[in-house]
């Protein structure tokens, strides 16, 4: 494949580029770039962060599992590209030397990048912004300080729009890159077996860890059609590779529980880069999107060619590894009706931030005159798919809104979930995790305090 981008204010011109080579392999052993470091190689730590531009701003994304043609046509800074032209400091550089905030130096890269992205775009949110950030030697607190400080300082002019992010002017296409659903649509049709890249958050992962190797790809960077968000009369349609950063914004009035969910389960670097069609695609058993979207009654729109069809999520979800997906059918949108949001999700997860969920349940119960009119509930981690808890559902439609309904339920869990133990979880910890959050709901639902981070011994 041949791309061309910006690096660190330069045009970089690459010819027959492996489809799945890394970005951070690339710096490091073609370039010599060695401050964006090498952790995980998963996208967990941020030792790889890098900052990426295009015409929708600047983001920090993990370089470890960004492949180099997503990088076509966009500007990319490492941390050696943030000091000036003569040599001058970065504030967030600066203030990391004057509050101390490294030891080792090893994850300091990282941070200074997710900072100095952070400051450029006037995001002071420092937890959220460093979650997926790891140190394991200075401690967290001289590096938020460190970005306090340098919250008032200007951006420095070489990393102004008009200096430091221009673009390629008209990037040549891409034979692996289709810019448009149509175009995906013919491609997939001559070539069903392609493996789809959008943020490769996952896929990534199959070729750093699995050593995969993806025969015929597709990257999906171009199709802006499938990125657009349009409310209707009927609800909220949302393209597949919408960003799960944008999909949390979207959420956010809608459905703030389910956008508190989408905020822990991956770190600004991951929901930047992954989409909501890619986690459902994926069939994933903790995949923590579906269990909201089932809740939420939403509708998964699926395309093959010029056909079409829509179903019900719940319905996409065959067994562990199966899905009803027809080769060369892709996700092109899903939508979620327009509801009063009734939704709370709960994920429980041995690392509060950025950590696969041992469970995720999320629930959407009506209650009319004390009495529950209709309940949609649905779990991640409790079986080999995403899955509705429909026994407990029907325990809970028709009686009052009470203790003693709660208990009536206890036996209809095991009829609906048999988990299994694994080292995140036994099984009877996600069945008793289970029937916990629903009594939190139902607490919940009662004004009462719930949240970890609210409650106090």
């Given amino acids: 494949m041949d791309i061309t981008f910006l690096l660190n204010g330069e045009s970089v011109s690459l010819r027959d580029v492996a489809p799945t080579v890394t970005l951070l392999d690339w710096l490091r052993e073609e370039r010599g770039l060695t401050g964006t470091k090498e952790g995980c190689n998963e996208g967990d730590c941020g030792a790889c962060t890098v900052m990426v531009a295009d015409v929708e701003g600047a983001k920090a994304l993990n370089a470890c599992i960004l492949f180099l043609p997503q990088l076509h046509g966009k500007a990319v800074r490492t941390v050696e590209g943030l000091s000036g032209p003569d040599g001058g400091l970065h504030p967030v550089q600066s203030a990391m030397v004057d ?5 080792c130096g090893f994850c300091t890269p990282g941070f200074v990048v997710s900072m100095a992205v952070a400051h450029l775009n006037g995001d002071t949110a420092h937890d959220d912004a ?53 175009a995906l649509a013919d491609a997939l049709l001559r070539t069903p077996d392609a493996t789809l890249i959008a943020g490769a958050t996952d896929v990534g992962l199959w070729v750093t860890k699995g050593l995969r190797d993806l025969g015929p790809v597709l990257f999906l960077g171009r199709c802006t059609d499938l990125q657009q968000i349009e409310e209707t009369e009927d609800g909220l349609r949302i393209g597949a590779a919408v960003t799960m950063d944008r999909m949390l914004l979207a959420m956010r009035d809608r459905h703030p529980s389910y956008a508190e969910m989408i905020r822990r389960y991956g770190s600004a670097q991951v929901r930047a880069a992954a989409t909501i069609g890619g986690n459902v695609a994926n069939g994933s058993p903790i995949g923590d999107n579906p269990p ?84 949609r509930i649905a779990f991640g981690g409790m079986a080999g798919i995403p899955k509705r808890a429909s026994h407990v559902e029907r325990a809970l439609v028709g009686k009052p809104w009470s203790d003693a309904t709660l208990a009536s339920t206890q036996d209809a869990w095991e009829e609906d979930f048999a988990p299994m133990t694994d080292m995140r979880a036994s099984a009877g910890y996600r069945l008793d995790s289970a029937r916990n959050m629903l009594r939190r709901y139902f607490l919940e639902d009662r004004g009462e305090a719930v949240s970890v981070l609210e409650v106090t011994p």
């Avoid at 509050?99 to 030891?103: K, V």
């Avoid at 899905?323 to 709960?346: H, N, S, W």
Wanted: proline share 7%; net charge negative; aromatic share 8%.
């Fill in 130 to 182: 460093l979650a997926g950030n790891l140190c394991r030697c200075t401690g967290y607190a001289p590096i938020i300080r460190a970005a306090q400080a340098a919250e008032q300082a200007p951006v420095p002019d070489w990393l102004e729009p008009a200096k430091g992010f221009r673009m390629p002017q008209q990037p040549a296409p891409l034979d692996m890159a289709p810019d448009s659903a149509d």
């Fill in 99 to 103: 509050h101390h905030g490294s030891q």
């Fill in 292 to 375: 909201a979207l089932i809740a939420l009654d939403a509708r998964l729109h699926l395309r093959c060619g010029q056909d079409r069809r829509v179903m019900a999520i719940e319905d996409f979800f065959i067994a562990y590894g199966q899905q009803d997906r027809a080769p060369g059918e892709f996700v092109e949108a899903i939508t979620i009706p327009v509801q009063k949001d009734r939704l709370r999700v709960y994920k429980l997860s041995k690392r509060f931030d950025q950590d696969i969920s041992a469970v995720c349940g999320a629930f959407s119960i009506t209650v009319e005159d004390d009495i529950v009119t209709a309940a």
